[in-house]
């Protein structure tokens, strides 16, 4: 049986093959890579960034950049943007739903050129994903900003620092402030920023390049504009949705993984959420390792950082289908971000969905009917199934259900995960898990 089918591109069979074993090494962080090259638009000559991963949203921003006339070269897992050749301010339509990258523009290309286009933003289906926080702020530095059929316009001359204060600390939007901020005239203050390790990537990126920057401890950046910045040279951290994805892969199917190349202080609520249900960690210069048989359930609400990370619970959902008893999942960043659970209950999961905060204290969508809970009675065995990708955590944790299901699956709509995850059918491989692609992306 299969769900409903999407424009699906890459399709694999999976081959479950007993407990996962092995090491994966991470790629540099997805979630910063697209962000520092955006901000190298800000600087008078080539940045570096190293440790790139090699991913479809890479490859996407770099298409975009040169769509603008930047030159990008790509090589190896070294991404270097060369800003001075730019000479047109819009991004093509042809980019309109790609990923959430082009709003992240609109404050570098106005400080360059005066004005800016970005299509329409994209990114995974999760829940509404307005930009009305980007957009608020650009405005508070003089911006003057148009959202038409086709995306946003913007433009602007005399780009002033601003006090900012984001009604919720989206990634996003202290992206957009922090790129617009560095070359704006006088100080901005940013008030309940998001915190997250990506974030603070994109901020010591900018730093490097000659912003004035600071991160107070109340969630608060404080951005001393300048009026020119150079090059920077950065090599990414490593990417902590990764990570946890494969150290969880291990543990569904009763295995052991060690992942490099992903420091401990990026994992710690993952690491101790996953001790408190009884795994056991092997933490050393080598990497991060876990085990463990016989978990026991957990009562876990998504928070951003350093909360646990909402990209984390898909993952640790399909674990939760495979622990004796009743656990609960609460998703407090994005309204309507389980919508996966269907597929593992597809795949014989006993879960249900609440439209209540349950597991921890009530959250911003507690009076609307997004079904943001999951509790799941653990200890079901899955079985194998056809199902569609509907985005990259999503995607990632089909994968895993697969591998711990009886019988074979067919996924669908690979192109999501391979939009996140770098060389995913490799590493999958490498622990043992049997996968056939059936249509290559
Ligand atoms: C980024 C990450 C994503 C991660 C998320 C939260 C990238 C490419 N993606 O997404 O993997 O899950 O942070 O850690 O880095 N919001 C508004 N208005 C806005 C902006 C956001 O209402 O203008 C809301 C969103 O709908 C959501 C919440 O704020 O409910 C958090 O979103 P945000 O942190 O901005 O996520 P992204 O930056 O899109």
Redesign the pocket.
């Given at each position: 049986m299969c769900n409903a089918r999407t424009m699906s591109e890459g399709i694999w069979g999976i081959q479950p093959a007993g407990p996962l074993r092995g090491e994966v090494e991470v790629g540099g962080s997805?979630?910063?890579v697209?962000?520092l090259m955006v901000a190298a638009l800000l600087g008078d000559r080539p940045s570096t960034i190293l440790n790139s991963p090699s991913n479809g949203?890479v490859a996407l921003t770099a298409g975009m950049l040169r769509s603008l006339g930047a030159g990008v070269a790509l090589e190896g897992r070294s991404v270097v943007v060369d800003p001075s050749p730019i000479d047109t301010a819009r991004v093509p339509l042809r980019y309109s739903g790609a990923?959430?990258?082009p709003i992240l523009m609109l404050g570098p290309l106005v400080h360059r050129l005066g004005e800016a286009f970005v299509p329409l933003a994209g990114?995974?289906r999760?829940?509404?994903?307005?930009?009305?926080?980007?957009?608020?702020a650009l405005r508070a530095f003089g911006i003057e900003v148009t959202e038409t059929v086709d995306g946003i316009e913007a433009k602007g001359t005399n780009i002033r620092g601003a006090r900012i204060r984001l009604?919720?600390?989206?990634?996003?939007?202290?992206?957009t402030v922090l790129l617009t901020a560095a070359l704006a005239e006088g100080r901005t203050v940013l008030e309940n920023a998001?915190v997250?390790p990506?974030v603070v990537e994109l901020a010591l990126f900018l730093q490097r390049m000659g912003a004035g920057i600071e991160l107070q401890p109340d969630r608060r950046f404080v951005i001393e504009g300048t009026s020119h910045l150079g090059p920077a040279r950065q090599r990414l951290g490593g990417d902590r949705?990764e990570a946890f994805s494969y150290l969880v892969a291990g543990l569904v199917t009763g295995g052991r993984v060690l992942v490099r190349g992903c420091s401990q202080d990026r994992l710690v609520t993952a690491i101790s959420t996953l001790r408190r249900m009884g795994a056991t960690f092997d933490i050393n210069e080598e990497g991060i390792a876990v085990e463990g048989r016989g978990l026991r359930t957990a009562a876990v609400h998504t928070d951003?950082?350093p909360g646990f990370?909402?990209?984390w619970q898909a993952p640790l959902a399909v674990l939760f289908t495979q622990v004796q008893g009743m656990s609960i999942l609460h998703e407090t960043?994005?309204?309507d971000r389980l919508g996966y659970v269907a597929a593992l209950q597809q795949m014989g999961a006993e879960a249900e969905l609440f439209d209540q905060c349950l597991g921890g204290s009530a959250c911003?969508f507690h009076e609307s009917s997004w079904r943001h809970s999951v509790v799941v009675r653990g200890g079901t065995p899955l079985h194998g199934t056809e199902l569609d990708m509907p985005d990259?955590?999503a995607g990632f944790a089909y994968v895993i259900a697969a591998a711990a299901a009886e019988g074979g699956s067919v996924l669908h709509g690979v192109e999501q995960l391979e939009r996140g995850y770098d060389s995913v059918l490799e590493k999958f491989r490498s622990l043992g898990l049997g996968i056939t692609v059936i249509e290559s992306t």
């Open positions: 997805k979630n910063a697209t962000k949203d990923n959430r990258i990114g995974d999760i829940g509404t994903r307005p930009v009305d926080y980007h957009l608020e009604p919720f600390p989206s990634v996003g939007a202290t992206e998001a997250e990506e949705i951003p950082h990370m909402t990209d960043v994005f309204e911003r990259i955590r």
